[in-house]
């Protein structure tokens, strides 16, 4: 049992993990897994309740040495310290046994560490320049680098993409051979299938059902986690209209994508695919003007935008989802009413007032409309699940009716149902006339587009239309096709 | 003999009667704590109804404030030692209107009505040091002023009238100025460096002795320059306000002199000056029954206490107040 | 999904009153400071207080402001002296110490305050284009601005003032001094502005996420810029209030109340890291002070241990406020 | 996998002289000083620029160990002075200002340390256990720390000081003044100790995320009160080296000091917002602000119009850093 305030996080669920499995938990965003993880790895303590490991009452909280030795963990939060090297990170509190650490020494220790995970980072850049693939590799290879017997991997593939999750599977599966335990969170439930023996399902911070995978028919499983029937998602067929919403024109930006041209029709959604580095995220910011391009101009619904200026891209009619809803989502203080309503501000009152009950109905509406769960729109965005507060974001994209919507990574980290009422929000905005750009790691993701263009080193190297299978589109990202 | 006749004030409360609020404009140098000390004790004596003291701690916006609380608690007569001369004029101004007398010590407000001030002139201060200074160098070489701070009227007429009478009289001496905010640490560094610039500097005058003293001598010594009068290496020392460890200095030969700035008598006047006012006293310009000067002022009169200078030949003298504390 | 064992209302209703949590503490003040002396109740006494509070109120208001949106100035405080002293120059004779330009006297205000705006500006020009670090940037600024005033009239007082400079301080407008009024009508402008207009909520989406806001289509550096500017003409403001209550401008006016101003917007709730707290808060934080120092003046208690007693309630408040916050404090 | 498309090797090789960007500066000012006056490069002259800078070293070592960890601390001006005085009034006989308690004279300075340890740990109580911040708490400490002065001397100097007191600021050992061979070691020891044990590595990491320090098993709350206390303690040391220097404990000893600590830590590359900065930086900040205050009094520059030109220069220096360190200032 732990609550946080008046909110029960976990509710008498309890887990039990059998020696040498992989072990899936899974549940919607909110159900209380990484409240769990917290207990589970003796960061917080349960308010009732105990924790056993193999039969044996867990250390004192104070005990961190203790815990560590029984079981390591890749947090959901991250716990990268970005003005710390790769290398310190790593091992960090645990640079030397005691006396002076030799830096020459850790830094082999950490190159070999790395080594044996394939993850291509220098030692000695400071974590904080990392992209945010980079620093997922470089958390789970720190927590695999304790040699516990028990490991717990909080969503570690919600920010990897296609490659990198085969290899940290590989990596997981020669763990198991060794007889270590692995306890697996994720929202992709085919990974599930894919690495996991047995599968518990928390819902509304309880214990449902625990079971082996193996027989557990994908369907019912979602099921159990919803609490009610959920039919897969279907993405509807649409015919794109004339008018170009959203158009990019000769863009370069140096080190990231080169001459880069791209137009979106009202009523079509664009996919942006590609492998990690191919430049997507970078193009898609500066359509949306988080970046400035060397080269090139972007035009929204015929209006020229001032190139590296949002404001003006927003007012031309545009709307946007950021790749990082920690870093450029929200602001976690203010309420999920505000953090919805800031593009429209100025529309909410005259004079450059802000009416509280205008703002506070807009708000009630798109919590309706995106199945936000909140106390109500007053709450701050900071104490909502990561899922609602992804959706939170939607909504301030969504907030004044845009005719060109660029979203990227939309998913990341969200539970299947809130992925399908995401989806869902992009495909009603393009039924209403406007135009989106999707990029997305998650080939799911990309099924609702009525064409995925495919980065590769910075360029757009093919222009694939709908009906595409996995196979053929990861061939392309990969390099080996054109 | 002060010219004493009774033109009562109306509205002070009638003769004899009424409490007198003080301030103390600080409590971080030696001098105002002596000051702060002889205050009650004279009062007693002289039958002062004194109110608890305020302390405005260098600051003239804590001072209004607390002058306008002790009016408030009902003082009927006000002395201050106003640090800020100009931004009093104000509430000078309302005192005034309020027929609340004020004896003004050891400063001159610029503006607005003041029953007395009882001060030693501190350009006489100046002036003394730099004659003595001249004198013990034969009107040449090299010396350093230690100044207060820039922003007190006091600092300031000490500087001036120092710069002014080395310019006239001993046109053949260099001054060098080290603005040291009344802060010993800034002392010591300048006066380091300045002596290691100019190995041949022969004079110091100090400003303020309770915060120069002890670091002047600290780096006198370390450059081995702490030697008697007679020796060429001696470096002559006057120092200004006349605390007791400055006369114990004079005793010991470590300095040669100090401006005795009288705290008792600071301290006596205002009082008397304050229950004179009460007690509708008025006086006019003319020398005083305690061999001083009253003098007319633009917005009232000012009692020019004497501030003898103490070298070795007076250092044991009973009536100096250093000697008197303890 | 949440599960909702409690009704949700407690505790938004609280988060509500968070801004008020020393008000006991004013209270207790009150109570106090009556027992303990007379005069303390008076309306006179309560006037004075908030009259004293007036300047240093103001600064409070733009430092608040300046805090929300995650930024700091500790130059405040030298341009309270330093505004009011150049503008003064610009119009007095050189034979009464100013620059002898010969500028007609009711420019003075103006002068004044397009003085605090200047030194504003120039602040959020290195903190905002340079990207420099706020807190050194405006403490240099602090000696430099202090300077400016120390070197222009040699540390002198001005009290020649024109006739205009000292209006605002010192007139009486319905029976309360006019500072008091100036002061209560920019705190209502200002709890109005930062509560129900767009700018002023923009302050608290730059404080508490700068990038956040960006993406939110919010001009940053834009808006950045107009609270350094408006925050230096706020300090000038305070400068023309106290030289009307003082009669003249000491060189150091202003000089060491950038504590007590941090001070007081932050008992009074507004948090050092920005993106949280009110305007109100701040106004209760001003009044704290207010009434400590009043009351340590009417009981005259000795200059030496003042400090002690101060600070300790500070200290006080502060635990009071994160007690009653609930909230641990950044 | 994630290829990198520019080598990394020069951008890391920047960083590592990252700490180091204040030694164009510092070599600047040797230049300007040396042409300025001929006194200036004597080793006289520099080594009395070193001694007068070992105190305020101490403090702003101090300082940048706290900064780094991601607190505050303002209280240790007041410690400077404060610690000493106590620790002296301990020994002395009544008569000449102390208690009267006649405690051994050798005494003195553990006392004084222990006095300043008792302050931070005061200090690390109050923001640790009651969660509050840690600027407040220590602006709050710097006014009743200077009042546990002012109140016991009653505002006076103490002049009768034990020599035990007085030797360390004094006495000169192998030609140098013992207070730099201090400084120098204690500096030494703080590069060495953040550099290249773990301990001091856990400042970075508590300083850069608190939690995931704290998930890493670093005790976190340990840590800090440590430094808390070994803040205070080096203030008290400075205090100790301060007093011999200047031969006696004036009543605003170390007040006004805060400012140049911060300004030479910023300067120096320690971050206000915490995990970044070195203290071989912090050092250098710290011979910047001494060499210009030297060149200034050699100079001789008018008192009014210095402050202009310091923090002009301390403007300047923060714009080289920016521009040298490459990275936005927090
Ligand atoms: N520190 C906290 N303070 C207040 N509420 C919290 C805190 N941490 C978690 N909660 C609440 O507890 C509930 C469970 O959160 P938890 O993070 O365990 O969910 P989760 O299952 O991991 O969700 P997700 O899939 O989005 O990661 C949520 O309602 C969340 O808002
Ligand atoms: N802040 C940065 N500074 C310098 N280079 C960067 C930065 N961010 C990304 N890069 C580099 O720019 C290139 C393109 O990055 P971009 O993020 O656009 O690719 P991406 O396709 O979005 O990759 P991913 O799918 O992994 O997010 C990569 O080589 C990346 O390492
Ligand atoms: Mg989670
Ligand atoms: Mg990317």
Redesign the pocket.
């Known amino acids: 049992m732990?609550r946080?305030?008046p909110?029960?996080?976990?509710n008498g669920a309890s887990i039990a993990i059998a020696e040498g499995e992989t072990h899936a938990l899974v549940?919607?965003?909110?159900?209380?897994?990484?409240?769990?993880?917290?207990i589970l790895t003796g960061l917080q303590p349960a308010d009732e309740g105990e924790v056993l490991f193999a039969g044996e009452p867990a250390p004192a909280l104070a005990d961190r040495d203790a815990w560590r030795r029984r079981v390591a963990c890749v947090y959901?939060k991250s716990t990268i310290i970005p003005a710390l090297t790769v290398a310190e990170n790593l091992f960090l509190n645990r640079q030397t046994e005691g006396g002076v650490i030799r830096w020459r020494a850790l830094r082999a220790r950490a190159r070999e560490l790395l080594d044996t995970y394939e993850v291509d980072v220098d030692v000695q850049a400071l974590a904080g320049d990392l992209s945010v693939e980079q620093r997922q590799l470089v958390e789970i290879a720190r927590a695999l680098s304790f040699g516990a017997r028990f490991i717990i991997l909080?969503?570690p593939t919600a920010r990897l993409d296609g490659p990198a999750i085969e290899r940290l599977f590989t990596r997981m599966r020669s763990l198991r051979e060794q007889g270590v335990t692995m306890m697996y969170?994720s929202?992709h439930l085919d990974e599930v299938y894919e690495i996991c023996q047995s599968v518990t399902v928390?819902r509304d911070?309880r214990h449902i059902v625990t079971r082996p995978v193996a027989g557990f028919p994908h369907g019912e499983l979602v099921d159990a986690m919803t609490g009610e029937a959920t039919a897969a998602y279907q993405s509807r067929a649409r015919t794109p209209g004339e008018r170009v919403v959203l158009a990019g024109e000769g863009l370069s930006l140096a080190g990231r994508y080169r001459e880069v041209d791209l137009t979106v029709r009202s009523g079509e959604v664009v996919g942006l695919a590609g492998s990690a580095s191919s430049g997507k995220v970078g193009l898609a910011e500066t359509l949306v003007g988080l970046r400035r391009p060397d080269a090139g101009t972007v035009t929204v619904n015929g209006v020229r935008v001032r190139p590296g200026d949002v404001p003006s891209a927003l007012r031309a009619g545009l709307g946007f989802v950021p790749e990082d809803r920690h870093h450029e989502g929200f602001v976690p203080l203010l309420s999920v009413a505000e953090n919805a309503t800031i593009p429209i501000a100025g529309k909410l009152g005259r004079f450059g007032t802000v009416s509280p009950s205008r703002q506070r109905a807009r708000a009630v509406q798109l919590i309706d409309d995106l199945d936000i769960?909140t106390e109500g729109p007053g709450q701050p965005v900071g104490?909502?699940?990561?899922?609602?507060a992804q959706k939170v974001v939607f909504a301030r994209a969504l907030v004044d009716d845009p005719s060109a919507l660029v979203v990227i990574n939309p998913t990341a980290?969200?539970?299947v149902k809130a992925k399908q009422a995401l989806l869902g929000a992009v495909e009603d905005a393009v039924e209403r006339g406007a135009g989106a750009v999707l990029v997305s790691d998650d080939l799911d993701d990309l099924r609702v587009c009525d064409r995925v263009l495919v980065m590769f080193h910075g360029r757009v190297v093919k222009d694939v239309p709908r009906g595409w299978t996995d196979h053929e589109l990861v061939a392309v990202m990969e390099g080996i096709e054109q | 003999a002060c010219g004493s006749s009774s033109t009562s004030t109306t509205g002070s409360g009638g003769a004899g009667g009424g409490k007198v609020g003080i301030d103390y404009p600080r409590a971080d140098s030696d001098f105002w704590n002596s000051y702060i000390k002889y205050v009650p004790q004279m009062a007693a004596e002289q039958k002062v109804d004194l109110m608890p003291a305020t302390n405005s701690q260098n600051d003239v916006a804590k001072l209004v404030s607390n002058v306008q609380a002790l009016v408030g608690q009902g003082a009927k007569a006000i002395v201050m030692a106003p640090q800020d001369t100009g931004a009093i004029a104000t509430t000078l101004q309302q005192l005034e209107n309020k027929k609340i007398p004020v004896v003004s010590v050891d400063t001159r407000p610029d503006k607005g009505k003041v029953s007395m001030v009882v001060r030693a002139d501190n350009r006489a201060y100046g002036t003394k040091a730099c004659e003595f200074l001249g004198e013990k160098l034969g009107g040449k070489g090299k010396v350093v002023q230690l100044m207060g701070s820039l922003s007190s009227i006091n600092g300031r007429d000490r500087a001036e009238a120092f710069r002014e009478c080395m310019k006239t009289k001993f046109p053949g001496i260099t001054v060098f100025e080290e603005p040291t905010e009344w802060e010993g640490s800034k002392a010591a560094s300048m006066l380091q460096t300045r002596l290691e610039q100019n190995p041949d500097i022969k004079g110091i005058y100090m400003h303020a002795g309770g915060v120069h003293l002890a670091p002047t001598l600290q780096v006198l010594k370390q450059k081995n320059l702490l030697v008697p009068p007679g020796d060429p290496k001696h470096v002559f020392v006057i120092s200004n306000d006349g605390i007791p460890e400055e006369l114990e200095a004079i005793r010991k030969g470590e300095i040669d002199a100090t401006v005795s700035q009288p705290a008792d008598l600071y301290a006596k006047y205002a009082m008397f000056y304050a229950k004179a006012s009460l007690d509708g006293k008025t006086f006019k310009p003319g020398p005083t029954d305690h061999d001083s000067t009253i003098i007319q002022l633009p917005n009232g009169l000012e009692d020019q206490l004497p501030a003898p200078l103490v070298t070795k030949d007076n250092v044991d003298d009973k009536n100096l107040w250093g000697n008197q504390v303890k | 999904?949440?599960t909702l064992t409690a009704s949700p209302s407690p505790r938004v209703r609280l988060a509500r009153f968070r801004d008020l949590t020393l008000v006991p503490v004013i209270l207790i003040l009150l109570v106090v400071g009556a027992v303990l002396d007379p005069t303390f109740l008076t309306s006179g006494n309560l006037t004075n207080v908030l009259q004293q509070q007036a300047a240093i109120s103001l600064l409070v208001l733009a430092e608040a402001m300046i805090l929300i949106a995650g930024k700091f100035d500790l130059s405040l405080e030298s341009t309270v002296g330093m505004a009011p002293a150049i503008a003064v120059m610009l119009v007095i004779p050189a034979s009464a110490g100013g620059f002898g330009l010969g500028l007609p006297g009711g420019l003075v205000i103006p002068l004044c305050l397009l003085v605090g705006a200047a030194i504003g500006a120039f602040n959020g020009f290195l903190i905002i284009k340079f990207q420099l670090s706020a807190f050194i940037v405006t403490l240099a600024m602090l000696i430099i601005v202090h300077g400016l005033q120390l070197g222009p009239t040699q540390g002198k007082t001005l009290f020649e003032l024109p006739d205009s400079i000292l209006y605002l301080g010192s007139a009486v407008w319905l029976g309360l001094p006019a500072s008091i009024w100036i002061a209560g009508v920019l705190f209502a402008a200002g709890i109005a502005g930062l509560a129900y207009f767009r700018i002023g909520r923009s302050l608290y989406a730059i404080g508490g996420n700068i990038d956040a806001a960006r993406a939110a289509g919010i001009r940053v550096d834009r808006v950045l810029w107009g609270v350094f500017i408006l925050g230096g003409t706020l300090a000038a403001l305070a400068g023309v209030l106290e030289t009307g209550r003082l009669g003249a401008i000491g060189s150091n006016q202003g000089v060491g109340w950038i504590f007590m101003v941090f001070a007081a917007a932050v008992i009074g709730g507004v948090s050092m890291d920005g993106g949280k707290g009110t305007i109100l808060g701040a106004l209760t934080g001003v009044l704290v002070i207010g009434l400590v120092q009043n009351i340590l003046t009417l009981k005259g208690v000795s200059g030496f241990w003042q400090p002690v007693v101060y600070g300790a309630i500070i200290l006080v408040a502060l635990i009071i406020s994160r007690i009653a916050g609930g909230k641990a404090q950044d």
């Not at chain 1, 549940?27 to 917290?38: D, E």
């Not at chain 1, 104490?383 to 609602?388: E, F, M």
């Open positions: 732990k946080f305030g909110t029960v996080a976990l549940g919607r965003n909110g159900a209380g897994k990484s409240t769990l993880v917290s959901q909080d969503e969170i929202h928390f911070a769960k104490d909502l699940s990561g899922g609602n980290g969200v539970d | 999904m949440t």
